[in-house]
């Protein structure tokens, strides 16, 4: 049990850690950046379910929260979760969570295109309430109305999104693989 609790840990840890490197990494093309945030934030879900995928991505708003640059563009602190981009920000942990809460309820024990199929729609559906979450916080934050937060903060993103999406389904599933092999060689 407790080698379990520590697996669960490093894994969470180690997840954090991969949204801390990839996400400061930006492209600015207008209020909202160009980032792989999300591609981490959803291979999270994915590999660690709805709480630890949750656990580890509000470790990471919090660690920039306190000021570690971590967020796009190597900018931190509670002015970025205040500013136009921060309902994103906040939503990340919540992308984990439903990504991890369909696709672990739903797909995972599945097999072939029906688990693709739950990964893509478990990822599709987070990352819609994300868009809801950040664009809301957008309007509010900068006066905005909801068709030109649209045109800014989500139809730009939505190839790239998608693109994230595939990348995370074809990386996950080796990776899924050798985490069951560790948990095999653990019990």
Do not use: H
């Not at 660690?48 to 306190?66: D, E, N, R, T």
């Amino acid at each position: 049990m407790k080698s379990n609790q520590t697996r669960n840990l490093v894994l969470c840890a180690m997840c954090a850690a991969i949204t801390c490197i990839l996400a400061p990494i930006s492209v600015p093309i207008g209020p909202v950046p160009i980032s792989l945030c999300t591609f981490a934030v959803m291979l999270a879900g994915v590999l660690l379910g709805a709480k630890l995928g949750f656990l580890s991505q509000l470790i990471y708003v919090l660690l920039g929260a306190v000021g570690v640059p971590v967020f796009a563009g190597y900018s931190a602190g509670v002015s970025c979760i205040a500013g136009m981009t921060g309902g994103y920000i906040v939503a990340y942990p919540v992308l984990a969570f439903l990504t991890g809460l369909l696709y672990w309820k739903f797909g995972k024990n599945q097999t072939g295109k029906l688990r693709i199929l739950w990964m893509l729609l478990s990822m599709v559906i987070g990352t819609v309430v994300l868009y809801a979450i950040g664009t809301a916080w957008f309007c509010v934050v900068s006066g905005s109305g909801v068709a030109a937060a649209m045109g800014l903060c989500v139809i730009p993103f939505l190839p790239g999104d998608f693109l994230k999406m595939v990348v995370v389904i074809l990386i996950s599933l080796p990776i899924e693989k050798a985490l069951a092999k560790m948990a095999v060689a653990e019990a």
